[in-house]
């Protein structure tokens, strides 16, 4: 089965987006006369459950297995879990447990989801009226306005910090740092309450505390997260409760969240409306989800490492190991991935962020080549977006993070509608795609983490 997109990347003819590969199989499947049901599983904290309903050929093709295993993957870190029920044909759940096992080509998902729900994780085949219902979760958290709160957000490169008074934003700051090669949690921990410091001083009192952070947080602590990729095992605990440490020593109340979670929140507060989708595209990827009824679900929304690119020569993430996931085309990665196509030279030792600002600068001066850095990353979103669409039930956007500042993001934007436009236009016409102004793509997710937790009286 060969497929291409009918809009080409500039810097990246290669890309195979995702849903191009997902609907020509689907369409042949449905051809053939033999599909049959495939319903998904996935069970995470406290008996919730999400399921997921396709069909597929009842084969081990290479093109089915594919189907199955990227959309295994995609919901895996979409929406979170340590035990998969396969409620499919037995010979494709056979492949799929030996691919998500200790051994598999999968290991890095298998060992990241054990710590994640502290279970070893697991997939277990039955049949597809078999799998259980659904259990989600959907939870109002946030929007809280009132009172003197801090509020911050940790990046890779840089960390921001907001003091709010009354749902004002009276000052917002941003600090360098370089966490994730740093093996002492001290060094963590006390950057950020260096910042808490700063934030305070404009403040007549601290009533709160919300927190904005890469990574998987559940119950404030901060179960996985490429900041603390350099901590050695035996101190992870330190990291993993860094921010109950922090709560203890300022003594209010302290909320942290997954930072995609709160770029949802922020779209959803600043536009007034639900069924949010966000989008940071800094560092990383960082990706976020507030429900039609306005709650936040508990899904991972981890799209870093939800796949994207279905091309089998797609670059691989230095940290999975897997090719084609959303942090190599929605960051600083992807920028800096699409350099040398480009033909723009960067000195070896430059880091991702200052790559970045080099292209920025040569987009202010109009040079074509990195505009053309800007259109490929356009046309990998604007394909990306209904892929989503058929995992999250969405009709708003935001998009944000440093990628998408200055003149460059607007190409970017401009050319991620075109695409939705030309080739899904039922998704194009219901899915608004939102941006935030200048100033609130670079600290509005602090001003937004400030409003998580509740002021005790």
């Not at 089965?1 to 009918?6: D, E, F, G, T």
């Not at 990227?70 to 494709?92: S, Y």
């Not at 000195?347 to 040569?362: I, S, T």
Request: hydrophobic residues 45%; neutral net charge.
């Amino acid at each position: 089965m060969k497929q291409k997109s009918a809009i080409q990347a500039p810097l990246d003819p290669g890309f195979l987006p995702a849903i191009v590969f997902n609907q020509a199989y689907i369409a042949e499947a449905r051809a053939s006369g033999k599909a049959v049901p495939l319903v998904l599983g996935l069970e995470r904290e406290e008996g919730y459950l999400s399921r997921f309903t396709t069909i597929v050929k009842p084969d081990s093709s290479a093109d089915t297995i594919r189907y199955v295993e990227r959309i295994v993957k995609f919901l895996l870190w979409a929406r979170g879990g340590w035990k998969l029920h396969f409620g499919g044909p037995r010979t494709i759940g056979e492949h799929i447990r030996r691919i998500y096992s200790a051994t598999g080509a999968r290991a890095f998902d298998v060992d990241l989801m054990g710590k994640i729900y502290e279970k070893p994780f697991e997939v277990v085949l039955t049949e597809a009226d078999k799998v259980p219902i659904a259990r989600e979760l959907s939870a109002t958290v946030g929007g809280h306005l009132d009172g003197c709160r801090i509020g911050f957000d940790l990046g890779a490169s840089d960390y921001k910090i907001s003091a709010v008074m009354n749902g004002e934003a009276i000052y917002t700051d941003e600090f360098p740092w370089d966490p994730k090669v740093q093996p002492d949690p001290n060094y963590h921990y006390n950057l950020i309450n260096e910042g808490f410091k700063k934030a305070a001083a404009k403040l007549p009192r601290v009533d709160a505390i919300g927190g904005s952070t890469a990574g998987v947080v559940v119950n404030n602590r901060i179960m996985v997260a490429s900041l603390f990729r350099a901590v050695p095992a035996n101190r992870f605990n330190e990291a993993k409760n860094i921010f109950l440490r922090l709560r203890d020593a300022w003594k209010v109340p302290m909320e942290v969240a997954n930072d995609g979670d709160v770029t949802a929140l922020a779209g959803a507060m600043s536009l007034n409306t639900k069924a949010m989708l966000g989008v940071a595209m800094g560092s990383s990827e960082a990706g976020g989800y507030m429900n039609p009824a306005g709650g936040m679900t508990g899904w991972l929304s981890e799209l870093a490492f939800a796949p994207v690119d279905f091309n089998p020569d797609a670059p691989a993430d230095e940290w999975s190991g897997d090719r084609g996931v959303g942090a190599l085309y929605f960051s600083q990665q992807a920028v800096n991935k699409l350099l040398p196509a480009a033909g723009i030279e960067a000195p070896a030792d430059m880091g991702l962020p200052e790559r970045l600002k080099l292209v920025q600068g040569l987009m202010s001066k109009g040079d074509t080549r990195a505009a053309r850095i800007y259109e490929t990353i356009g046309v990998y979103l604007g394909y990306t977006l209904p892929h989503y669409a058929d995992f999250y039930d969405y009709n708003n956007i935001l998009i944000l993070g440093r990628v998408t500042t200055g003149a460059g993001g607007d190409i970017l934007i401009n050319k991620a509608r075109e695409v939705m436009k030309a080739q899904f236009e039922t998704v194009a016409e219901r899915i608004k795609l939102h941006v935030p102004d200048e100033k609130s793509r670079r600290v509005g997710q602090a001003v937004a983490a400030a409003s998580l937790p509740v002021i005790k009286r």
